[in-house]
């Protein structure tokens, strides 16, 4: 972090302000999250421009009166020493995860004041440190206080304060007590089990309501790096967008940006970008089918240990999804008996269509929103009707009325 110092003064003199000029030369790649098997794309040139919009809630047709995005960030700005002293000195017991910026450690602060305070009381908050090799962190930490620091929605995490004292980066961001959806998917273990299909729904909505909130925001903002591992989830397993290190305004003029510098994540990444640099909200549309896809098949979207043709999973289910026979060979084998085909016929029908190579053709992420509303919606319909005793997980209602345990020819199929 060499010419951090000078790129923050110059962050500080513009009133928080991001200059292109500041962040010049510290356009190198995230490093790729070492968890993650979905490495990070970084073909170089110009740096990314950012520049903070007015006072806006979203566009008339923005029915979500809950989100804000104010004039200018309104964080706590925190010393090194308080952040050092919220989190036990940074103690490796507190490390909750680490990605391409740095490591996120616990900390507690005073729900009042926001001050550090004493171990175990006070509230829990994550917070990420920004590892001095990053040579590309000045320019996401700036765009994570710019952006993430002036919006405010239910499905968007909520970034609380930073620090840029000493030379050090840090943000501060409310706790999500159970991490990240990557996590949840791809991890196994006592902690980790299956998500169940109605819990993956109620995941999707709300990332999708915060996509569609970024995007129907007087200047839209593409969001840039949708991916499991920027998918966070509270106890309730509400989710919440965090990373807005990429992000970008839409383009004022034109349909897209054309960026020469092409970042993202691979396997996320829509197609039209990672060809030609050009960026439109609709990338983004691209990125969340790329998740549907995970959610329904419980696969990463990139696993080189996989068979070669089964690799890259969009190019591998594609096929799959637009066979209604040949879907449950594709579906979760985890989610057996928990969805009805109907459902799964639906869900891999908006996949589809989030996944066209042309990003006109692409849904908006509001009726992406209203399309699994209605996936949801028939699901709880389905069980209400359903008689009691076949509620239960694995147990279907034969035609005579007796239980049996589920199979694949099954509940709903
Ligand atoms: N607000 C938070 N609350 C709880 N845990 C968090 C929070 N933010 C991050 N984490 C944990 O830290 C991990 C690393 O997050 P981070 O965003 O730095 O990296 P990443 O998303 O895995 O990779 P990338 O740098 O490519 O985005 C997450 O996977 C999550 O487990
Ligand atoms: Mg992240």
């Known amino acids: 972090m060499g010419n951090c110092a000078s790129a923050i003064d110059a962050f500080v003199q513009r009133g928080n302000r991001a200059s292109p000029a500041a962040t010049a030369g510290m356009s190198a790649s995230r490093r790729t999250s070492s968890s993650a098997t979905t490495g990070k794309l970084s073909t170089l040139s110009s740096a990314s421009t950012f520049m903070p919009s ?10 979500d009166p809950v989100g804000q ?16 002293s919220a989190t036990r000195n940074f103690r490796p017991e507190t490390v909750l995860g680490e990605g391409g910026f740095g490591k996120v450690y616990k900390g507690w602060v005073d729900e009042k004041t926001m001050n550090p305070s004493k171990a175990s009381t006070g509230v829990m908050v994550a917070v990420k440190k920004l590892n001095p090799e990053s040579v590309q962190g000045m320019e996401q930490w700036q765009s994570e206080v710019n952006f993430l620091g002036r919006i405010s929605h239910p499905n968007l995490v909520r970034l609380l304060g930073y620090s840029m004292d000493d030379n050090e980066l840090l943000l501060v961001y409310e706790f999500m007590a159970k991490g990240s959806l990557e996590n949840h998917l791809f ?16 995941i999707l909505i709300g990332a999708a309501r915060g996509l569609a909130f970024l995007h129907s925001s007087e200047r839209q903002i593409i969001y840039r790096d949708f991916k499991a591992s920027n998918i966070l989830l509270d106890s309730h397993f509400n989710a919440k967008l965090s990373d807005f290190g990429l992000a970008k305004h839409g383009p ?14 691979y396997g996320y990444a829509a197609p039209e970008y990672v060809s030609t640099g050009h960026l439109y909200v609709k990338s983004d549309v691209y990125g969340f089918g790329v998740v549907l896809l995970e959610m329904i ?5 990139l696993d080189p240990s996989r068979e070669r043709e089964k690799v890259n999973l969009v190019n591998w289910a594609r096929p799959l999804l637009s066979d209604r026979r040949k879907l449950s060979q594709l579906m979760d084998g985890g989610l057996e008996g928990q969805y009805n085909p109907k459902a799964a016929l639906l869900a891999a029908q908006l996949t589809l269509r989030c996944l066209n190579g042309d990003p006109k053709r692409r849904p908006s992420m509001k009726e992406v929103v209203e399309a699994l509303e209605k996936i949801e919606s028939s699901a709880k319909g389905r069980m209400a009707r359903e008689p009691r005793n076949s509620s239960r997980r694995g147990l279907v209602q034969s ?15």
């Open 69 to 84: 995005i104010l004039e200018s960030p309104n964080l706590k700005i925190y010393t090194f020493a308080e952040l050092k």
């Open 54 to 63: 007015t006072v806006s809630g979203g566009d008339d047709d923005d029915d």
């Open 252 to 265: 004022d003029g034109g349909e897209s940006h054309v960026t020469t510098r092409v970042m993202g994540t």
């Open 187 to 202: 991890r196994r273990g006592a902690v980790y089990e299956p998500l169940p299909w109605s819990l993956r729904l109620k």
């Open 297 to 301: 098949s419980g696969l990463r979207a």
């Open 399 to 413: 035609p005579r009325g007796d239980s049996a345990r589920n199979n694949s020819s099954s509940r709903g199929r």
